[in-house]
């Protein structure tokens, strides 16, 4: 099994997750440059008749469905995958050591690779409290005579805690976006219709002719889309009946505002 321990490795290594996010934004960039049927399918249809020779190959290439293709699924669930095969042993290793005490300094300085030798005038028990007062943001271990390999009392010092648990934060925070936003994908929903209404011009119909709506079925939209896990009946129920229609337009003709009365 040793090639599927050198995968894993690969998978979960953070070079392996920056790659994969930048071919998650990459492949993000004809979603954000070309209409999607998950948004506007007239849109898309518009655009294939405007475009009959490239916009064939686009549809045959998905790039009107960018972040429904199974490409991008793949990429978005190896970098989940990738994200929580990283976080969870790194945390375990940074809850182990922040609870491990700092580690005693060698006996010998030199093998350090900083390492500074002076001479104070002041008694042992000064020198430890005032660099106790100067390491007082770090996590601090002392060791003292009995204890140290040297012979002599010690003190050791850590940080950068906080940094690192920082980072797992934002990765997690990575992790439960995506996860948020597979879960909302798994159980939208979302559907069109034409409700006839009343014009306020001098051939308006009477208010009884206006058409109702009730949100109680898929049935009852001209078009409709949901999830995997949506089977239809969580529907909100209401009615509503709407009396007029206005719009407001630009001097180019392209439409500024609508409004509807409706009970």
């Not at 002719?209 to 009852?220: H, I």
Request: net charge neutral; glycine share 4%.
């Amino acid at each position: 099994m040793t090639w599927a321990k050198k995968l894993w490795h690969w998978l979960t290594s953070m070079r392996t997750a920056l790659l994969l996010l930048f071919l998650l934004a990459l492949i993000a960039v004809p979603g954000a440059l070309l209409p999607q049927r998950e948004i506007s399918e007239s849109q898309v249809n518009e655009y294939l008749d405007a475009n009959p020779v490239m916009g064939k190959i686009y549809d045959k290439l998905m790039l009107f469905d960018v972040f429904s293709s199974p490409v991008f699924v793949a990429l978005l669930t190896l970098l989940i995958i990738s994200l929580i095969g990283c976080i969870i042993p790194r945390s375990i290793d940074h809850y182990k050591a922040y609870n491990a005490k700092p580690t005693r300094a060698p006996k010998y300085l030199h093998r350090m690779p900083h390492h500074a030798v002076g001479e104070v005038d002041m008694s042992i028990d000064e020198a430890t409290a005032r660099a106790e007062r100067t390491l007082r943001k770090w996590r601090v271990a002392r060791y003292e005579p009995a204890d140290d390999r040297a012979g002599a009392l010690s003190l050791s010092a850590e940080r950068g805690y906080a940094r690192e648990l920082a980072n797992l934060i934002f990765h997690v925070a990575i992790v439960a976006l995506i996860a948020i936003f597979a879960y909302g994908r798994m159980v939208f929903y979302e559907g069109q219709i034409i409700v006839v209404t009343n014009s306020e011009s001098e051939y308006a119909v009477p208010v009884e002719q206006s058409r109702e709506f009730c949100n109680t079925s898929p049935a009852n939209f001209d078009t409709f889309r949901a999830g995997p896990l949506f089977d239809g009946t969580g529907l909100t129920p209401f009615c509503f009946i709407s009396h007029d229609f206005t719009a407001e337009y630009l001097q180019n003709g392209q439409a500024d505002s609508f409004g509807s009365r409706i009970s």
